[in-house]
């Protein structure tokens, strides 16, 4: 599985409602979409910032969507967006009708040259497998970055008030405008 995430910086006047309307209209085109497991259609007012978050069943699902006219058309509106990657050590959750997130956390830490990446991932995955059993928690996946040697943890919330402080070296709040239909325990 690899997890795809691209931020869109919108100008301080673009019409917030143009957003809102383009996933609308495009969400139908991913639901059910071959090798998506989860997509959320992230969005920051404060910071101005569209930035959609994938997980795909393996490489050539992400790769299909980025040589697809979906990416196409995305590129004709927005221009080309670098596109951050991450080999996801762990993925998991419940999305249903009675536990449908509306806020999104992304969570970036700088793994250290010395640090163990077979200690790093176990204790991950231990982490993550507590994470699932948080009240409010609907989606939680953990991937690693190789290029940039970070770890990234997104978790997507049923229940904002749930949301704990966290300790990483950077954390990204996002409202989750939609998730596709496909999207589900992967």
Sequence with gaps: MIAMQYTIRLAGDYDLQLVR??????????????????????????????????????????????????????????????????????CGGKLDEDHWPSVGVKELDVIPAEQSLAELTAVETERHNRALATKGLCFHVTGLDSDRWELMRYSAWCDPSQIRDCDSDVAEKFDILQICRNCCAA
């Design 21 to 90: 309307e383009r996933v609308v209209r495009r969400k139908p085109l991913f639901d059910g979409l071959d090798g998506l497991l989860h997509k959320a259609y992230l969005f920051s007012e404060n910071q101005m910032v569209y930035a959609p978050f994938y997980v795909w069943e393996n490489d050539e699902a992400g790769r299909a969507y980025l040589t697809s006219d979906l990416f196409r058309d995305l590129v004709d509106t927005f221009g080309r967006p670098r596109v951050r990657t991450w080999n996801v050590i762990a």
